[in-house]
Each structure stands twice: as structure tokens, then as C-alpha cells.
């Protein structure tokens, strides 16, 4: 039987439905029982904030406060020592974080609830010490107003509003304030405020990932769009309908790492375009869009970190310089599946000559010409996946023998083939 005596508690995050609701009653009961009756070590304070979630907790999701051992009778300070916690997909009244003494919580997810401007502002305004903010899945009409008040969190590194509906005025003068953020995830959201978010990001100077996927940033970039977000590392803006060329200011991302662009309108010559400057890139994937690449990839030479090359769906252009470089970068992975320009040979794609860690290579649909590479599949032992199919090679050789990794391979099509296939 349980006494008057508090004693000490876990609650878990638990995988599955039906064990979060159960660590969430055994919650409630063994808080009410040691806390309403006779605790000398809980406050009135947090009593009144456990007591305003846990009536509108949905026990099918239930509350995770970051796996940590509760012992009420050692706290001097309400929930002051909690640093976790995650109400997401409840009915939470969001005010209540804020009378509750949660004052060094560093990571809060509130996705999913059914929160106004006013809940926001007043359920925030004491965390001083928060971190990481996950706010999804909910309906922001004043958006300049909350991105005033989620400013004066001046800790804040990590702000996630994904699939959200975004509405209202928002400017530069409302991202001031965010001397810290290092991480905006807006990712397919929907956009109706009177000036574009990118070009409102300019203050936020610390950041070094923002990934905006599929937020409709139809037509073309400001010349001046992300230009002071000189410490980014990692850019993600696919699937938003943008056309023309890339602004030239991108340049001086030189920190940049991982750039995903596929699915848009870009149109630029690869040799020409800033991205020859940005040499520091692991990843690149521009797939979906009008670029011409040159199938040597000399602009490309100097990308000496590059590891995942996606080209699908441009248009490759044979060059004269093929096997007039050699390539920095040793990739594991190189797609160039789809090119708008059909019929070239494996050998224009010079620089695959000197490639010996590839790990998956995608050459498909392009109705490639000429003997089937089987120098590429000896030279590349590690070969995981082999994508060929829809090309016209005159012979097939496949050294299946020396590839003991290779898991997946698409069928490679012969020219007979293709013919009965129309």
C-alpha cells in the first residue's frame, strides 16, 4: 500500500498505443495518491500545473518527460528540475507550461495541439532556458506575433514548424532576436503571409540548417534570398516550384555541406553557376531541374569532400574535356538517371574512370549506347545497387563475381529487348 511518503517514479517513453497510455495512468494515480494526500515534498505550484495537463492528456499519446527519475520530495522548485517534455498530439492547455515552473526545460514539443497566439506567447514566456521547440501540425494566424515572442527565448536553437498553416505579416524585424537559432525545419507548410519567408531570414545569422521542403516558394529567388546565412551547412528547398538561377550571393556559403534543390525550375549552366564554389559539399542533389551538366563534371573537379551526387532529370552535355582532370571527390553515390539529353556514351562520363567506393550507381533510362561498362563494376567491388535498365547497350558483361555486395540490380535491357517493348 502506498503511503504518505513520496517516493520515486519513471515514466517511460513507451513504443506502442496501449503501453503509453498505461505508464500514463500509472502516472496520474501514483501522483494524485502521493502528492494530493499528505506530500510534505510537493508545491502547491506544480500540483495546480500536473493537475491542468493531465485533464486534457490524450492517454492515447500520452506525456514523455525525457525518461528522468521524478522524486518529488527533493524538489525545492516545482518541475524546475525537469528538462524534457513532450505533450504533442494532446489538448493541452499551453498556459499551463508557463504556471508550472518548468523554467529550465531546454526541449518542449507541443505539436499537434489546439494552441491560439495567446497560448503560445503565455506558455513560453518563462523558458528561458529552452533549446528546442517543436511546434507542428498546428494553425499559426499570427505569425509575426509569435515569432516576436519565440525571439525573446534567447536559448533557442532548434525551432521545428512543420505541417503547419502559416498566416499573418511577417518581416526581418521579426527574427531579431534569434541570435542562437541554429536549426528551422518549415518543411510542408503552408505559406500565407504578406512577404516571403526567405527573405525575412536574414538576421538569423547563426543558422546552419534550414530545410523549407515543399513550402511553395513558387518563382524566382530574391538576388538577396538567404545572403547573410553565410554559417549554413545544410540547405534544403526541394519541391517548392522555384525557376530562374540560383542567387549569386550563394557563394559565400562556403560552410555548406548538404544541398538538396531537386524538383524545382532551376536553369543554369553547372560551369558557369556559383556552385563551382562551393567546394566544401558532401552531398549535392539537383535532380528535377533544367541544369546543363557538363558529363566530365570539371566544374566539379575540386569538390574533394563530395560523396552523394544526384543529377537525375537535367541535361547532360558531352564535353571536350573528358579525361582531361581527374576528379578530387571519390563518391558513393552517383545518380544520373533521366537525362533530358538521351543516347550519350558511358565514356563521356569521363571522371567515372577514377571512381573505386561507389556503393550504388544509377544510369537508367537514358538510352545509352555502346557496351555495357563492366570496367565500372570491376573497379567499384563495394557496388551495393546497380540501376541500368532502359538503355541500349550492345553487349552485356556483368562480372557478378567480383561483386559480393551487390543486393540490388535492375534489369539491363538489350536492344531487342527495347524494340519488342514498342
Not at 571522371?351 to 561498362?373: E, M, V
Request: charge should be negative; aromatic fraction near 8%; proline fraction near 2%.
Amino acid at each position: 500500500m502506498l503511503t504518505p511518503e513520496c517516493n520515486t517514479y519513471k515514466v517511460w517513453s513507451l513504443e506502442s498505443a496501449v503501453m503509453k497510455k498505461e505508464a500514463l495512468w500509472v502516472f496520474v494515480v501514483v501522483w494524485n495518491i502521493a502528492c494530493l494526500y499528505g506530500s510534505r515534498g510537493c508545491w502547491e505550484q506544480e500540483k495546480v500545473a500536473l493537475l491542468a495537463l493531465n485533464v486534457t492528456l490524450d492517454p492515447t499519446y500520452g506525456m514523455y518527460a525525457g525518461g528522468s527519475y521524478f522524486d518529488c520530495c527533493s524538489w525545492e522548485g516545482g518541475f524546475s528540475n525537469l528538462m524534457e517534455l513532450d505533450i504533442s498530439d494532446n489538448t493541452v492547455d499551453v498556459v499551463a507550461i508557463a504556471e508550472g515552473g518548468f523554467s529550465n526545460l531546454k526541449e518542449l514539443g507541443i505539436s499537434g495541439n489546439l494552441v491560439d497566439v495567446v497560448a503560445i506567447v503565455e506558455g513560453i514566456k518563462n523558458l528561458n532556458h529552452l533549446e528546442n521547440l517543436y511546434l507542428d501540425r498546428v494553425h499559426l494566424k499570427d505569425v509575426g506575433t509569435i515569432m516576436r515572442a519565440l525571439g525573446a527565448l534567447s536559448s533557442l536553437k532548434i525551432l521545428s514548424l512543420q505541417h503547419n498553416t502559416i498566416e499573418g505579416t511577417i518581416t526581418t524585424q521579426d527574427f531579431r532576436n534569434f541570435s542562437k537559432l541554429e536549426q528551422l525545419i518549415l518543411d510542408y507548410s503552408s505559406l500565407n503571409t504578406t512577404m516571403g519567408i526567405l527573405s525575412s531570414l536574414g538576421p538569423l545569422t547563426s543558422l546552419r540548417l534550414l530545410s523549407s521542403y515543399s513550402i511553395d516558394l513558387s518563382g524566382k529567388l530574391s538576388d538577396q534570398s538567404l545572403c547573410n546565412l553565410i554559417k549554413l551547412e545544410e540547405l534544403y528547398l526541394s519541391i517548392n516550384g522555384i525557376t530562374g538561377r540560383l542567387p549569386t550571393c550563394w557563394r559565400n556559403m562556403t560552410s555548406i555541406r548538404v544541398l538538396f534543390l531537386e524538383d524545382n525550375e532551376f536553369t543554369n549552366n553547372i560551369a558557369s553557376s556559383l556552385l563551382t564554389s562551393l567546394t566544401s559539399l558532401e552531398l549535392l542533389s539537383i535532380s528535377g531541374n533544367y541544369f546543363d551538366i557538363p558529363s566530365s563534371l570539371g566544374p566539379l573537379a575540386n569538390y574533394s569532400r563530395l560523396k552523394v551526387l544526384l543529377l537525375d532529370d537535367n541535361n547532360l552535355t558531352t564535353d571536350s574535356k573528358v579525361g582531361s582532370s581527374i576528379s578530387r571527390f571519390q563518391l558513393i553515390v552517383f545518380s544520373v538517371s533521366n537525362s533530358l539529353s538521351k543516347g550519350f556514351n558511358v565514356t563521356s562520363l569521363g571522371f567515372l574512370n577514377h571512381q573505386y567506393d561507389l556503393r550504388t550507381i544509377d544510369l537508367s533510362s537514358n538510352d545509352i549506347a555502346g557496351p555495357f561498362p563492366a570496367w565500372l563494376l570491376e573497379n567499384n567491388t563495394k557496388l551495393e545497387h546497380l540501376l541500368m535498365e532502359n538503355n541500349l547497350f550492345a553487349t552485356l558483361e556483368v562480372p557478378l563475381m567480383t561483386l559480393r555486395n551487390l543486393s540490388v540490380i535492375g534489369h539491363v535491357q538489350q536492344p531487342h529487348e527495347r524494340r519488342a517493348h514498342n
